[in-house]
């Protein structure tokens, strides 16, 4: 029923940026909380970012104070700022959501994206 596209990965050296965007689509009548994840080669995929439908933020303790997420509601759209970028920032990033439909409002349902790349070069 739904879909959540990325984009805005890439290459980038060390202390650039990147602005990560994620879209959701479908008959959606609201988004509850929205995330990013990242999931380094041979590690298992963590937390980055996340934001609750009040604003309410929460940030992996290696990216405060260099990341910001952010979301429009009206566009169904959360985006993931990354600033003084690390090579150990070097993951695939994804997109998550709990989406709930318009034709089932008591059901949340949990969508990842496709995931996009992000590396970093010494």
């Known amino acids: 029923q739904g879909q959540l596209v990325e984009s805005g990965g890439g290459l980038v050296q060390a202390g650039g940026s990147l602005r990560l965007s994620c879209a959701a689509s479908?008959?959606?009548?609201?988004?509850?909380?929205m995330g990013w994840y990242r999931q380094a080669p041979g590690k298992q995929r963590e937390l980055v970012a996340a934001?609750?439908?009040?604003?309410?933020?929460n940030y992996a303790d290696s990216v405060k104070g260099r990341f910001t997420i952010s979301r429009d509601s009206a566009k169904n759209t959360v985006y993931l700022e990354m600033n003084n970028l690390k090579p150990e920032d070097t993951a695939v990033y994804y997109c998550?959501?709990?989406?709930?439909?318009?034709?089932?409002?008591?059901?949340?349902?949990?969508?990842w994206g496709q995931g996009t790349q992000v590396t970093v070069s010494s």
């Open positions: 479908g008959r959606i009548f609201s988004i509850n909380a």
């Open positions: 998550n959501a709990g989406l709930v439909f318009e034709d089932n409002h008591y059901d949340e349902y949990d969508y």
């Open positions: 934001v609750t439908s009040d604003g309410v933020t």
